[in-house]
């Protein structure tokens, strides 16, 4: 047994813990790597998934005009104004 922030853990315990943190490591890593930031426009962009890495992790803000969160809304949709 080892002592980890004053809670006594097992070693089964600290195994559970590491496998975990890899795991989710790997995760971000793997979604990290789905795209890049080499697009700069809706046209660009393949997806809104995509277009919302760009907006989320490159910083993109030109893609949501609007500023509700929902970059590119001819792609992820979004609230459209109905025209009278």
């Known amino acids: 047994m080892e002592l980890i922030n004053s809670t006594i853990v097992s070693g089964d315990q ?8 890899i795991l ?25 998934s995509e277009a919302r890495y760009h907006l989320e ?3 993109l803000s030109r893609l949501d005009r609007d500023n509700d969160g ?4 001819s792609i992820c949709g979004g609230n459209r104004k109905k025209k009278k």
């Open 24 to 48: 989710c490591s790997l995760c971000s890593f793997s979604s990290a790597k789905e795209f890049d930031c080499s697009k700069r426009t809706c046209k660009e962009m393949d997806s809104c």
């Open 57 to 59: 992790q490159c910083g």
């Open 70 to 73: 929902i970059p590119c809304e």
């Open 14 to 21: 600290v195994k559970k813990y590491f496998f975990l943190i």
